[in-house]
């Protein structure tokens, strides 16, 4: 049974937008964390966007400003909205979810408390 699906990546010029989407089943839905995974060939895998049950949304400083999470509860989805991307925004995106946990006392930090992902979609920034 798939329980993440991502949706939404592709290429786009410096400065564009693009909008990724993560449908999940019902039980992934209500994860107490869900996150915004990347990576590029030669990178280390960063979170950079998470969503816990507690406090709503957190960005990494790489994307803040630029990013917006949203949830969708009529559809199940966790939706990613990329603004002002730039070429090191190209890599590929996943979503993940998991119970609600702390790394560090941070709600939903580091990968390690994600047990289910999705297959990834790619999304590409040309200068």
């Known amino acids: 049974q798939v329980q993440l699906v991502e949706s939404g990546g592709g290429s786009v010029q410096a400065g564009g937008s693009l909008r990724l989407s993560c449908a999940a089943s019902?039980?992934?839905?209500?994860?107490?964390?869900m996150g915004w995974f990347r990576q590029s060939p030669g990178k280390e895998r960063e979170k950079f966007a998470s969503?816990?049950?507690?406090?709503?949304?957190t960005y990494a400083v790489s994307v803040q400003g630029r990013f917006t999470i949203s949830r969708d509860n009529a559809k199940n989805t966790l939706d990613l909205q990329m603004n002002s991307l730039k070429p090191e925004d190209t890599a590929d995106y996943y979503c993940a979810a998991g119970p609600l946990f702390r790394t560090s006392g941070i709600w939903c930090d580091g990968a390690t408390g994600y047990n289910v992902w999705g297959q990834g979609t790619q999304v590409t920034v040309s200068s």
């Open positions: 969503f816990n049950t507690l406090l709503g949304p």
């Open positions: 019902d039980a992934t839905y209500s994860s107490g964390c």
